[in-house]
C-alpha cells in the first residue's frame, strides 16, 4: 500500500499549483485524505483534509485560496492552490487513513507520500 505524489516544483508568487497523490495496493477503503506541509526549521502542519464524503478542512493560511478535492474512483486526491506566496513553500506530502487487507482481517492505518517540493519565488 503506498502514495504517490506528482506535481510541485517552482512557482512564482501569485502562481498556481496543482499537486495529485494516488494510492495503491490492497486498499479496502480510504477515509480521510489530505495535505501537509514542513518548511525548512519548521514542523509539519496540516493544509487541508477531504473525507470519504467530500468534507473538507482548510488550515487558516490557506483558505481561499488553496482547494481540496479527491476521486474516490481513483482513489487519488488534489490539491489546488492560487495566488501563492513565498511562505507557501514547502515540501507537501499526502496523507491517506486507509483500511487495508491484513490476510483474513482487515486494519487501519494511516500512510504518507513521499513528499513533493513546492518552491514559491518573490
Known amino acids: 500500500v503506498q502514495l504517490q505524489a506528482s506535481g510541485g516544483g517552482l512557482v512564482r508568487a501569485g502562481g498556481s499549483l496543482r499537486l495529485s497523490c494516488a494510492a495503491s495496493?490492497?486498499?479496502?477503503?480510504?477515509?480521510?485524505m489530505g495535505w501537509y506541509r514542513q518548511a525548512p526549521g519548521k514542523q509539519r502542519e496540516l493544509v487541508a483534509t477531504?473525507?470519504?464524503?467530500?468534507?473538507?478542512n482548510y488550515e487558516d493560511s490557506v483558505k481561499g485560496r488553496f482547494t481540496i478535492s479527491r476521486d474516490n474512483a481513483k482513489n487519488t486526491v488534489y490539491l489546488n492552490g492560487n495566488s501563492l506566496k513565498p511562505e507557501d513553500t514547502a515540501v507537501y506530502y499526502c496523507?491517506?487513513?486507509?483500511?487495508?487487507?491484513?490476510?483474513?482481517?482487515?486494519?487501519?492505518?494511516?500512510?504518507w507520500g513521499q513528499g513533493t517540493q513546492v518552491t514559491v519565488s518573490s
Open positions: 496523507n491517506a487513513e486507509v483500511t487495508v487487507q491484513n490476510g483474513l482481517m482487515a486494519r487501519r492505518t494511516s500512510i
Open positions: 495496493g490492497s486498499i479496502l477503503s480510504i477515509n480521510v
Open positions: 477531504v473525507t470519504s464524503s467530500g468534507t473538507t
